[in-house]
Nanobody, 122 residues
Framework: QVQLVESGGGLVQAGGSLRLSCAASGNIARIDVMGWYRQAPGEQRELVAN???????NYADSAKGRFTISRDNAKNTVYLQMNSLKPEDTAVYYCNANRIRLTDNSLVFGSWGQGIQVTVSS
């Protein structure tokens, strides 16, 4: 019903920047929460940042001051601008959309993208 497609990952040197994008498609009327998680090898998936439809945002401590999340509600798209990247930011980044109101008025919870690799070299 809902598909999330991420783009913008890749390889970057430490101190560099990347911008991730995630577009949601389907019969979507509204998405209450959109965000980014990441999972490094051998680690659990963790929240990086999320954005609520009414404007509030949340960041992991590791992301504060370096990453900025933004969204375009008209396009059902969320972005993650990542600056001053560090090798420890290397992970697969997953887009997440939660509490999605569809046009038939049903709700979908917890949709995930396929993940995109971000590698930061030292």
């Amino acid at each position: 019903q809902v598909q999330l497609v991420e783009s913008g990952g890749g390889l970057v040197q430490a101190g560099g920047s990347l911008r991730l994008s995630c577009a949601a498609s389907g019969n979507i009327a509204r998405i209450d929460v959109m965000g980014w998680y990441r999972q490094a090898p051998g680690e659990q998936r963790e929240l990086v940042a999320n954005s609520l439809i009414f404007g509030s945002t949340n960041y992991a401590d590791s992301a504060k001051g370096r990453f900025t999340i933004s969204r375009d509600n008209a396009k059902n798209t969320v972005y993650l601008q990542m600056n001053s990247l560090k090798p420890e930011d290397t992970a697969v980044y997953y887009c997440n959309a939660n509490r999605i109101r569809l046009t038939d008025n049903s709700l979908v919870f917890g949709s995930w993208g396929q993940g995109i690799q971000v590698t930061v070299s030292s």
